[in-house]
């Protein structure tokens, strides 16, 4: 029942606004914080976007003779468009598509070394970073993207290719849609959402340190058998636990079986 004095009912529309943008509003109608660059991560409820792939032609390295005659400003200029377009991109999904723009069949030891001299080198002026095998801007780490994986190319679709913050994200929006699951489902539910179809125990493996970031943050929080988001979006109009003072949805149902998707 709710108390007197509640403010869930107006917490439960403004969720509603959050969970379903109105892209087409503009001006006054918008917030204007959302033009703000985030500080840290923060999840996003924007509806699921098709994963964009940067057209062969768009880095025009072809017509050298060898991938080491490509002038520096080409190559750079290549790799911010590969970065600004699927970013943020795995070095290999990297490597794939200014192998593919250069008419290059084979990533070599020495073209391997050329490229990742020259990712690292606009890094202090054009604010792209590099995060272990990734390369993004910064603001693709703070406001990741929920993509389709499923409708990017096939040797791009690789549980391996897709960021962390991006796999955090999944998660984080799957706990939201849940009131009462368990990790495995949770995880099976974020991956299928963004074209992932198995989870699998690489999957599990590859999903665990994303959900550890999410508890570390306290983005989410933990008990026995009970997982509960601390965020402020589908939580805010749920009852609150005795363990959890935040009303939120609750991963970890002991009775739950993961529904894995086929």
């Not at 030891?109 to 801007?137: Q, V, Y």
């Amino acid at each position: 029942m709710q108390g007197p004095g509640s403010f869930r009912d107006f917490v439960g529309i403004h969720e509603a606004v959050t969970r379903n943008p109105e892209t087409d509003a503009k001006g006054g109608a918008r917030p204007p914080a959302r033009l703000k660059p985030p500080l840290r991560w923060m999840p996003t409820f924007e509806p699921l976007q098709p994963y964009e792939t940067v057209h062969t032609s768009e880095p025009a390295l072809d017509g050298h003779d060898s991938f080491h005659d490509i002038p520096v400003a080409d190559l750079d200029h290549a790799m911010l468009r590969i970065v600004d377009t699927e970013g943020p991109v795995h070095f290999r999904v990297l490597g794939d598509r200014l192998l593919t723009a250069a008419g290059v069949s084979r990533l070599g030891s020495r073209i391997r070394e050329r490229i990742d001299f020259h990712l690292n080198a606009p890094a202090e002026s054009e604010s792209l970073e590099r995060c272990d095998d990734f390369a993004e801007r910064w603001q693709q780490y703070l406001a990741p993207r929920f993509r389709n994986w499923a409708e990017a190319p096939e040797k791009t679709r690789d549980l391996d290719h897709i960021h962390g913050t991006e796999l955090m994200l999944c998660l984080f929006r799957a706990v939201a849609e849940h009131e009462r699951a368990d990790v495995d489902t949770v995880m099976n539910d974020g991956i299928y959402a963004i074209g992932c179809i198995r989870l699998t125990q690489a999957a599990r493996k590859r999903l665990h340190p994303p959900l550890e970031t999410l508890l570390d943050a306290t983005m989410l929080s933990e008990r026995p058998t009970v997982n509960s988001c601390s965020g402020a979006r589908r939580c805010c109009g749920n009852q609150p636990s005795p363990q959890n003072d935040h009303g939120c949805p609750r991963i970890g149902d002991p009775d739950g079986e993961a529904n894995q998707h086929t």
